[in-house]
């Protein structure tokens, strides 16, 4: 059986971390290191774009991505976004 979790959790002040966990078959070891840049795939029919979109989305945040897996184990994709203080938003606009 398959799951998917998602876990996030303060890291400072100003960070917030957010954890998605499979687990599911897990990447070869030579894939993790290209895992982020783009036209790198593992799908039949995928373009390979989908995490370098990502990347550069939570680098232009500010924060950092990053992917760890074990075969036959899944997969765990961490990320950090800048946290938002609920006043900030509300003066946003």
Do not use: W, Y
Request: hydrophobic share 35%; net charge negative.
């Amino acid at each position: 059986r398959r799951e998917l979790i998602v876990e996030s959790r303060r890291v400072s002040e100003e960070m917030l971390e957010i954890s998605v966990r499979d687990t599911g078959t897990g990447l070869a070891p030579e894939i993790i290191d290209q895992l982020f840049q783009p036209f790198v795939t593992t799908k039949q029919h995928g373009m390979g774009v989908g995490l370098s979109i990502c990347r550069t989305i939570v680098e232009a945040h500010g924060g950092k991505i990053s992917a760890v897996s074990e075969r036959g184990r899944g997969t765990c994709f961490t990320f950090s976004l800048r946290a938002v203080d609920p006043e900030e938003l509300a003066h946003a606009g």
